[in-house]
DNA sequence: ATGTCAGGTTCGTCAAGTGAACCCAGGAGT
DNA sequence: ACTCCTGGGTTCACTTGACGAACCTGACAT
């Protein structure tokens, strides 16, 4: 399939995707992401939609802002005392993708009817999408159109 | 930021992003899938290559399985008696933008180098990303540039 | 019949997730 | 000054899941 590297023959241990699933990887972590996409800032705001116990938000939000993808900002209502909210930084907005990702593969074989929500762009109203395309220009059919190389020779 | 939609006024319970993760948000699903797309399809392999417990690897194939993401198939080689080996199905194929878009973020904010792995259009050799198109053509730069839409209205 | 090996299962232990209860700081009301 | 409320947590007891080592099983090969 895709076997053009060797299959045993590259470094695992520093695989991007084992990388970022150290990251974003337990459960929770992506989720919280998706509120936080959809414009979720507080806590208890997060706590509230996605039911999800106060430690284990707590943790994610803490790893989440450790890890630069979240920051903790402090912020004032008028009228009410200082609080903090948690915005998305760029690292974490460029996670973006990798939700699209997720939610297209659901919409297609998950869904019991028409996809629960749909991405437009906010300029022409066209449904949004991913695509796998080279820097040519040619759009990437799928995993088998791709062969992946090591950068590095091993040394 | 990318709030077109009331932010508590859609249902979390059949979000597709959430729907994805409770199929292959468990651990190690997704790196065996990774292996997967490199050609890797006996028990043995996945396990020496992952580092990863049998009886979790037993798990997670079988969770693979029964979502049809991959195929327990037998095959005999000549002159060994008859195995079974774990393809990926077309359900499976299709989560390989969700690895590729893990994979670029990795390469952009975690690698301490060069990335380790290149993706290549087999046809012509150029480097594959993933991007956010919208049906009329544009490039969608982020998720500032996307509104949602509930596509079925309450009810 | 005996050994080997892929492909698992079982078991004891340890880490992680869970919900309920509790805590704490800062205003607001009195 | 003192009490109440509320956002944003922490603590605790319990359950679930991950872990590695040991063990089992059903072909075949000898």
């Given at each position: 399939?895709?076997?053009?590297?060797?299959e045993?023959s590259?470094?695992r241990?520093?695989?991007?995707?084992?990388?970022?699933?150290?990251?974003?990887g337990?459960?929770?972590?992506?989720l919280v992401?998706r509120e936080?996409?959809?414009?979720?800032r507080?806590?208890?705001?997060?706590?509230r939609?996605?039911r999800?116990?106060k430690?284990?938000?707590?943790?994610?939000l803490?790893?989440?802002?450790?890890?630069?993808?979240?920051?903790?900002?402090?912020?004032?209502?008028?009228?009410?005392?200082?609080?903090?909210?948690?915005r998305?930084?760029?690292?974490?907005r460029d996670?973006?993708p990798?939700?699209?990702?997720?939610?297209?593969?659901?919409?297609t074989?998950?869904a019991?009817?028409?996809?629960?929500?749909?991405?437009r762009?906010q300029?022409?109203?066209?449904?949004v999408?991913l695509?796998l395309?080279?820097?040519?220009?040619?759009a990437?059919?799928?995993?088998r159109a791709?062969?992946?190389?090591?950068?590095?020779?091993?040394?």
């Amino acid at each position: 399939m895709l076997g053009g590297v060797s299959e045993a023959s590259w470094d695992r241990s520093r695989c991007s995707v084992a990388g970022t699933l150290g990251v974003v990887g337990e459960k929770w972590s992506l989720l919280v992401l998706r509120e936080a996409f959809f414009g979720v800032r507080r806590f208890a705001d997060f706590q509230r939609l996605l039911r999800i116990p106060k430690a284990v938000l707590s943790d994610r939000l803490a790893t989440l802002v450790e890890q630069g993808i979240l920051a903790r900002v402090p912020y004032q209502a008028e009228g009410e005392r200082q609080r903090h909210e948690y915005r998305l930084t760029t690292k974490g907005r460029d996670l973006y993708p990798t939700l699209v990702a997720l939610m297209q593969w659901g919409d297609t074989y998950l869904a019991d009817g028409p996809a629960p929500l749909e991405l437009r762009h906010q300029d022409c109203g066209a449904p949004v999408h991913l695509e796998l395309r080279c820097e040519a220009g040619h759009a990437v059919e799928g995993p088998r159109a791709v062969r992946p190389v090591r950068a590095t020779p091993v040394g």
